[in-house]
């Protein structure tokens, strides 16, 4: 199993497409199921743009995607009163 957080928290680096598809090529050989954090997505700046591990489509089978409402929309338990 890969986990990947992209992009990244706390650094904010965002892996390049070539590098995500080093990653599902390493993952598919191996047998190796990739879960991916994603919950920064949407907060992207300067241009760069997001290449998500499940675009790749041999990767279908072998990606599981982790994201969330409440990063993106100010939503966290905090601001809600838990």
């Known amino acids: ?8 928290n706390p650094t904010g680096r965002v892996l390049p497409e070539k590098e995500i598809r080093r990653l599902a090529r390493i993952a598919r050989e191996q047998g190796l199921l ?12 300067g241009g ?20 969330s409402f409440s990063k993106t929309y100010a939503m966290t338990a905090g601001e809600w009163g838990t």
């Not at 199993?1 to 990244?8: C, D, E, G, R, V």
């Not at 990739?34 to 920064?40: A, K, L, R, S, T």
């Not at 760069?48 to 994201?67: D, G, P, R, T, Y």
């Open 1 to 8: 199993m890969i986990f990947m957080s992209n992009p990244s």
């Open 34 to 45: 990739m879960i991916v954090d994603e919950v920064y997505y949407k907060y992207l700046y």
């Open 48 to 67: 760069i743009k997001h290449f998500s591990i499940c675009q790749v489509e041999e990767m279908e089978k072998q990606a599981i995607l982790l994201n």
